[in-house]
T-cell receptor, first 115, second 111 residues
């Protein structure tokens, strides 16, 4: 069974631009969570989607948004990029419902560099 | 919200020795505790997890113990090998229904 895939793997943007990252979960998984990983703040939860609905949200500004499609694929968008948004963005999927205790499997991440 | 503290931040062991990484959590409602291994340039890989109704779980050379009273859990790796070298993260899921991660431990296994 194929793992979680994320595209693109690497991205360079300039301040003020916006970016969209994509995540395809493991087949049959219905929950997708997004995380930001930086050397200073570590792994931080952004949001979780289940059945096309945002079920949970971390403490990030409104510039960070996401959505999930009917096939469980998910995208996250960051608008008005800042230098501090440079990070590894990780997507994780879980089965069957993403509820408490469900195992999350991570993708390889998208490395975003903001210049 | 949940706070997870992880120690040590770096750990060096000789090949064949054991390694122990410890984590504490703050939310008494936490009921799920996974451990992830992250190699350079890759996403975190689940290596073992434990739920709050279990005190210990073992999978070959890896074991995790959970003490709910003290709110701490530990990862034990026996007979370490060079390929065990990586960053290890603990995490906890509590009342906020989201994974909160520890700050990571860089494990180096010296040949």
């Amino acid at each position: 069974k194929a793992g979680v895939t994320q595209t693109p793997r690497y991205l360079i943007k300039t301040r003020g631009q916006q970016v969209t990252l994509s995540c395809s979960p493991i087949s049959g998984h219905r929950s997708v969570s997004w995380y930001q990983q930086t050397p200073g703040q570590g792994l931080q939860f952004l949001f979780e989607y289940f059945s096309e609905t945002q079920r949970n949200k971390g403490n990030f500004p409104g510039r960070f948004s996401g959505r999930q499609f009917s096939n469980s694929r998910s995208e996250m968008n960051v608008s008005t990029l800042e230098l501090g948004d440079s990070a590894l963005y990780l997507c994780a999927s879980s089965f069957p419902s993403g509820g408490s205790g469900e195992t999350q499997y991570f993708g390889p991440g998208t490395r975003l560099l903001v210049l | 919200g949940e706070n997870v503290e992880q120690h040590p931040s770096t750990l060096s062991v000789q090949e064949g020795d054991s390694a122990v990484i410890k984590c504490t959590y703050s939310d008494s409602a936490s009921n799920y505790f996974p451990w992830y291994k992250q190699e350079l340039g890759k996403g975190p890989q689940l290596i073992i997890d434990i739920r709050s109704n279990v005190g210990e779980k073992k999978d070959q050379r890896i074991a995790v113990t959970l003490n709910k009273t003290a709110k701490h859990f530990s990862l034990h790796i026996t007979e370490t090998q060079p390929e065990d070298s990586a960053v290890y993260f603990c995490a906890a899921k509590g009342s906020a229904r989201q994974l909160t991660f520890g700050s990571g431990t860089q494990l180096t296994v010296l040949p």
